[in-house]
C-alpha cells in the first residue's frame, strides 16, 4: 500500500521553529523528487520547497528562502521540511508529495502569537 505519512506541525509564535516529516512505505522513494507545498485559506496551493530524488538539488518558493530547509534521507524514505523565523503568513495546510504523484495527508502549521 502506497502511503506518504506526515509528521510535525502544529501551533508556534511568530520567530519559532518547526520541522515537518513526511515517510514513504510501498514506492520506490528514491526514485522520486520531494516537494513541500501548502495552501492557506482562500490563496491557492504554493509550491513551497522541492528537492531532487539524489538530494543534490533544492528548490524554494522566494517566501521561504533563508528560512525554510528541504532535506531527505533515502535509506529511511523520509522528505522533511524545517521552517524557521516562522511568521504568520506561513501559516497553511502543509502536504508533501513525491514526483507528481503521491501526497500525504496534510498538516496543519499555525503561526499566532
Known amino acids: 500500500q502506497v502511503q506518504l505519512v506526515q509528521s510535525g506541525g502544529g501551533l508556534v509564535q511568530p520567530g519559532g521553529s518547526l520541522r515537518l516529516s513526511c515517510a514513504a512505505s510501498?514506492?520506490?522513494?528514491?526514485?522520486?523528487?520531494g516537494k513541500w507545498y501548502r495552501q492557506a485559506p482562500g490563496k491557492e496551493r504554493e509550491l513551497v520547497a522541492s528537492?531532487?530524488?539524489?538530494?543534490?538539488?533544492?528548490v524554494y518558493a522566494d517566501s521561504v528562502k533563508g528560512r525554510f530547509t528541504i532535506s531527505r534521507d533515502n535509506a529511511k524514505n523520509t522528505v522533511n521540511l524545517q521552517m524557521n523565523n516562522l511568521k504568520p503568513e506561513d501559516t497553511a495546510v502543509y502536504s508533501c508529495?513525491?514526483?507528481?504523484?503521491?501526497w500525504g495527508q496534510g498538516t496543519q502549521v499555525t503561526v499566532s502569537s
Open positions: 508529495r513525491a514526483g507528481s504523484g503521491y
Open positions: 528537492i531532487t530524488a539524489t538530494g543534490d538539488i533544492t
Open positions: 510501498g514506492f520506490t522513494f528514491r526514485a522520486y523528487s
